[in-house]
């Protein structure tokens, strides 16, 4: 194991693992990081859909057995983060919190990145011997990879076309409070370049929401009343600006701080920006225009937007909102179907598509993960994942394989640790609200139970309205 040292405030921990076997070479410090940056990607014209479609072939999927319990067969136990309690006399000086934790798998499956409170980027391995939910050797989830952020981190993503066969695909962005976005290469830990963000006075910003575009050639970060775009082949300061307001006084345009970016799969050059102010813009890629503004009722801020796979429906989910909406943005611009679930909180909930796009998953406030099937609206499944908060849960993309994270932000300053038969805190009592909160900050695999057969592709996506 080595670690690293990249400046700000920021270490590097590299394990050994059987897919990350390079070994870590010398330090890249951000001034040294601004040459061209070279990245695998299909090779094809952003802007014309013409140019990506493609046959028609049957898609493969898994018809998963939902009155069957899924197995758990991979976790990081209870306590992923380190000092997840601190005691009342450690927390005098300043305040403690439970850490929460959000997780995103890389597009080939082969790994899974974790953001936590404790401001730690982690990535894990999924187990080679994991492959669905007969596999008999539960195993145990440890990090290959941390980095250790000087700041809280606001957002992070994996490159579209990750994958470990191509050691130049492997890598993420990842945006933290006054720092640049970063680009760490996930086999060696090294930062491979840094894109800034400038504020008017010259400092500076993070976005607080970022991503890649559908083609992997340029990164989409949000500001407050902007979205900021970058080369992902030219890093440094150079970008475009693209305003969703006119001015801070006007009523114009899309206003409040960007929360959420995502592209339509289709390859139209449309793409959905979220805000805390309760809206959903769309846009066109190719001249960055607002299409169409979609008003979010429910919640006090969108906090995740995600396209159907076959770009006709659009997803959202909002902060203190205890549903998903599903949108018709081809033709009425609706709400066609709502999908229920427990968040009224103010932390971060996401939910997931499969594959096929028939079925999705998301978290609850409770401990719960619940799947649904978007063809005819209904719950199909809901089981017990953690003890805490479940703010993530997202299928594997080729395996009947789903990732869980849970965690959530507890004030400890008045919390009484409660400890497990192991010596491990497994709860704390608080005194002044008299109440017993279970500590669950992990990461599990879970596999659903199936049976193979072919569907038909041209049904997988279909919503039928409530």
Known sequence: MADLSMGDGEEITVESASQ???EPAGLFREEAVQNDVELSAPEADPIDPVAHETQQHPVYSYPYTFVEVPVELASTGRTLCTNAVSTRVAATAARDFLRSTFVKASNDGSCILSSTSDNVLRMF????????????????LSPVLTIDKAETVYDFCWYPFMTSLDPSTCCFLSSSKDHPV???????????????????????????????????TKIYCGFN???????????GRDSLRIPTTPSKKSRDGQKGLVSTIAFNPDASGLYAVGSYSKTVGLYDERNDELLQLLRIEEGSGVTQATFSVDGMYLYTA???????????????????????????????????????????????????VSTYDVKTNQLVQNFRAHNDTVSAAVFHPTLPLVASCSGQRRDTMRAVPMHAEDGSVSSIYDEDLDMTYDIDCSIKIWGLPWSYSEIDPSSANEVQVA
């Open 318 to 368: 909002s902060r203190k909102s205890n549903q998903i909406e599903c949108w018709d943005i081809r033709n009425t611009g609706d709400i066609l179907a709502t999908y229920a679930r427990a968040g009224d909180t103010n932390q971060r909930i996401s939910f997931h598509l499969d594959p096929s796009g028939r079925y999705l998953i998301t978290g609850h406030q409770h401990g719960d």
């Open 125 to 140: 391995e999924k187990p080679a011997e994991i492959v669905d939910f007969s596999t008999t050797v539960s195993s145990s």
């Open 20 to 22: 990350h076997a390079a």
């Open 182 to 216: 970063h680009m760490w290469d996930a086999y060696t830990g090294q930062m491979r370049c840094s894109y800034a963000a400038f504020d008017h006075l010259d400092q500076v910003y993070a976005p607080n929401a970022l991503t890649f575009n559908l083609f992997g």
């Open 225 to 235: 009343n902007l979205v900021q775009v970058f080369d992902v082949h030219r890093p």
